[in-house]
């Protein structure tokens, strides 16, 4: 199964590489991220939603869930 976020934050490739070194230190494999539609995408076999929300609203990038 996966999850899709709106992370409105993500102004950069810099941005999108916190982004993605925040999701895969909590150990996601299969993150994808969209700069131009500000869209992140991760399988949610084995992690928690709320910890990823409040990682990357810590990190300074609140996401949405937006399915
Ligand atoms: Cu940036």
């Not at 949610?44 to 992690?47: C, E, I, K, L």
């Given at each position: 199964m996966s999850v899709e976020f709106s992370v409105p934050?993500?102004?950069c490739e810099g941005c999108v590489s916190i982004v993605k070194k925040e999701l895969l230190g909590m150990g996601l494999k299969n993150v994808e991220i969209n700069l131009e539609t500000k869209r992140v995408e991760i399988q949610?076999?084995?992690?928690d939603i709320k910890k990823v929300k409040d990682v990357l609203i810590k990190a300074g990038f609140p996401p949405e869930q937006v399915n």
């Open positions: 934050n993500m102004k949610t076999n084995d992690v």
